[in-house]
């Protein structure tokens, strides 16, 4: 359309994209930062998981995630805006961080800046970024690629199965009581995101891969009510032939047009550590919050 601006979509390092989904889809990314060793780091630039895995094993602290201020993102958007862009940009769930608050000021003193709270983490909200930018090679602007993509949380099922509590409890997320139990009982509970907020679904019992089996299953039982666009398998530090049996499983289970893999970045690996793994998709209609 004439006259209409050229659009960016943007997101944070919390969505779990990969170098190649961002640049396939011309996405811009904002890092968020990891607290370590007293210094405050840049998630995914100075900073990877196994860094965090790593100081965990030798320091038993657990590093803290922060969010960027509103004068961090306007000093990201601010050149975008320069250079004629309208930016829709998503970030981690207004319920787990700051970061929604933070960016929405910073946009309310540009103009054409669109912020959406993604009520979602990693590929989950990973999820709505690529739909965005979708809209935006179809020739959308900005104002309408906002205005369809800000309720497609409801229909983003994001979920994670855990191999230990560990880091939950060393983070404060996860009393000793429960730890002890669920590890006691070789559980491996599922976490999953609803109205924006994380919480404990189906707990598992069993080694990790035939846990990761049956898990994988269970998400995908209702094919009538699943979008077969893509498909997520997102895992923080787990082993590549184990990644490659699940993602094949999911393959076997529906024909998704394309079953992305990728790693959890720092926000995932902070919160629920390594052997962490999820199956990430869209749903037709929403989920029951």
């Known amino acids: 359309m004439e006259g209409q601006k050229k659009v960016l979509i943007s997101c944070d390092s919390t969505c779990d994209l990969s170098d190649e989904l961002m640049q396939r889809y011309s996405i811009a990314g904002n890092p968020l930062f990891v607290v370590m ?18 100081y ?34 998503f970030t981690i769930s207004s ?12 946009a309310a003193e540009l103009e054409d800046v669109y912020v959406i709270d993604s009520k979602c983490l990693s590929t989950g909200a990973g999820l709505e970024v690529l739909k965005a930018a979708e809209l935006a090679q179809a020739g959308l602007d900005a104002r309408t690629i906002a ?40 559980l491996k509970p599922c976490i999953e995101v609803k109205n924006g907020v994380m919480g404990v679904g189906k707990k598992y019992r069993g080694r990790f891969g035939d846990v990761l089996m049956e898990y994988a299953a269970a998400r995908l039982s209702d094919p009538d ?4 666009d893509r498909a997520f398998v997102t895992h923080a530090g787990c082993k590549q032939e184990l990644v490659d049996r699940v993602a094949d499983r ?24 390594p052997n962490t793994l999820g199956v990430l998709f869209v749903r037709k209609t929403p989920i029951i919050k």
């Open 37 to 54: 060793n007293g210094k405050t780091l840049r998630d995914g630039v100075d900073v990877y998981p196994d860094d965090i895995y790593a």
């Open 56 to 89: 965990y094993k030798n320091t038993g602290e657990i590093p803290k995630t922060t969010a960027a201020n509103m004068d961090d993102f306007l000093s990201y958007f601010r050149p975008f805006v320069d250079a004629g862009y309208a930016v829709v940009h």
């Open 95 to 106: 319920s787990m961080s700051a970061t929604f608050n933070n960016a929405r000021m910073a």
């Open 147 to 186: 205005s369809q993509v800000s309720s497609m949380w409801e229909r983003v099922d994001a979920s994670f199965v855990i191999d230990s509590l560990e880091y939950l409890h060393k983070g404060g997320r996860c009393s000793s009581v429960a730890a002890l139990g669920a590890n006691l009982l070789k």
């Open 225 to 228: 009510d699943i979008e077969l």
């Open 250 to 273: 999911v393959r076997e289970l529906l024909p998704f047009k394309e079953v992305l893999v990728t790693r959890a970045g720092c926000s995932v690996s902070v919160h629920c550590g």
